[in-house]
């Protein structure tokens, strides 16, 4: 199956004019069973970037959410009601609307800016999976990712609050797009708050496929320690993978690391990005 996806949302543009960048994540998908938007960004750039780019939200059959977190929601209200239909699907998992904070400088509210309510009287018609999902077909949704290698072990000031108070937040609610195509596996991240490594081991498993062509997004390895991004980019090494676009959450120092590991097969996958299997 052919699949086309360009950036609408990321943290870095170059040579694109009228194109604005933001610290986000969004990915206008196009398929042979229909047109996908995959995060939303913040919401300040999509309704922009998409107008630049020619991609028309209206035409998107499904909206698929990696996670909770603002700079990947907050410009889902938009989507919703850019669609032309009544009502749009919207994939997510069903802790997507839990009550999420940052606290590396203060305690800062990062989850959905909406609520359930507004996005469903705008047309939102939402389709909640835990479980490995298949949307069309050769396209799936992990799902919940288990956490199985032993040095991914996620943010530390990414928390919940509850009524026990802030308790760390795994982000079980992760989750990334698998697409079966003729040279391999296409894998688009999120922000891999699983485990980058521990994603690309699911995707094989749960889809029988052992040959990763194309891997794009946020790999999360910015916020990490030393020993967990040299031991995720070790194994990152051995999948052989074709192609490596790493956006967002990747961070520049471990991009150039990237980049120098994996030479003419990483790209970096800014605003405008296109990438066709």
Known sequence: MAVKT?????????????????????????????NYLFDTGQGKVLLNNARIFKKDLASIKGIILSHHHIDHTGGLLEAVKAVDSKLIDVYAHPEIFKDGYLIRSDYQHIGVPFSRSVLESNGANFKFNKEFTQIAPDIYLSGEVPRLTDFEFGDTDIVLK???????????????????????????????????????????????????????????LWPVSEVQKEKSIQALK????????????????????????????????????????
Not at 23 to 33: A, C, D, P, Y
Not at 169 to 193: A, N, R
Not at 245 to 259: D, N, W
């Open 238 to 277: 051995e999948f052989r993978i074709e192609r490596l676009g790493v956006s967002h959450c990747t961070g520049l120092k471990v991009s150039t690391r990237l980049a120098q590991e994996f030479g003419g097969r990483f790209f970096h996958c800014n605003v405008g990005t296109v990438v066709s299997v």
């Open 6 to 34: 360009t950036v609408l949302s990321e943290n870095t543009v170059f040579g694109k004019l009228g194109a604005i960048a933001e610290h986000g994540w969004s990915i206008f998908l196009e398929t042979e069973h229909g």
């Open 162 to 220: 509850s009524h026990e108070g802030y308790i760390r937040d795994e982000v079980m609610d992760d989750q990334s797009i698998i697409i079966k195509t003729p040279k391999g596996l296409f894998v688009i991240l999120g922000c891999s708050h699983a485990g980058i490594i521990n994603i690309l081991n699911y995707a094989i498993k749960m889809t029988g496929e052992n040959r990763i062509h194309t891997v794009i997004g946020g790999t999360h």
